[in-house]
């Protein structure tokens, strides 16, 4: 064989690994895109929960639980006044996500149920009144996860 006979026997050769090569790149770098869109998706809507969340709970401190709270000597809600404010919290923030809102976050979230969906909300809330009597007693510093709006 001479050198003309070589180079197409080794183009004819390496067009299909090159291709198969290409297809897998490209497989691969689409995979990626796909991961990295999902995780900025699911990351903003988080980022929007917690700004709703705090928007939620800040809202019934300034309307309900402050009020109470600086009626007494203490500054401290009953239990029951807290499972009321926790309620309403709560209230306010499915007003705020919405039905379709609720459904889809359950979705992302992979909670199977309304009673998941219920609980893991109810859970939010209880962690952004931590982090706001936190920030407002000046007691410590909010989780770094937390959405805490200036001025909290």
Do not use: C
Not at 62 to 72: C, E, G, V
Not at 115 to 122: K, P
Request: charged share 25%; hydrophobic share 45%.
């Amino acid at each position: 064989m001479n050198k003309s006979e070589i180079v197409p026997s080794l183009i004819e050769i390496l067009t299909p690994i090159l291709i198969a090569g290409l297809t897998f790149l490209s497989a691969w770098l689409a995979k990626l895109i796909t991961a990295k869109v999902k995780g900025e998706y699911l990351r903003g809507v988080l980022v929007r929960l917690d700004e709703a969340v705090f928007t939620a709970v800040k809202s019934v401190a300034q309307t309900y639980a402050d009020a109470l709270k600086s009626a007494r000597e203490d500054g401290k809600l009953e239990p029951a006044e807290r499972q009321e404010a926790k309620r309403r919290a709560l209230n306010a923030l499915k007003s705020y996500l919405g039905t379709k809102g609720i459904g889809e976050l359950g979705k992302i979230l992979g909670l199977a149920s309304a009673n998941q969906v219920e609980e893991f909300l109810a859970g939010k809330v209880e962690a952004a009144v931590h982090d706001l009597n936190l920030v407002k007693s000046g007691g410590g510093e909010a989780s770094p996860l937390a959405v805490v709006p200036a001025g909290a």
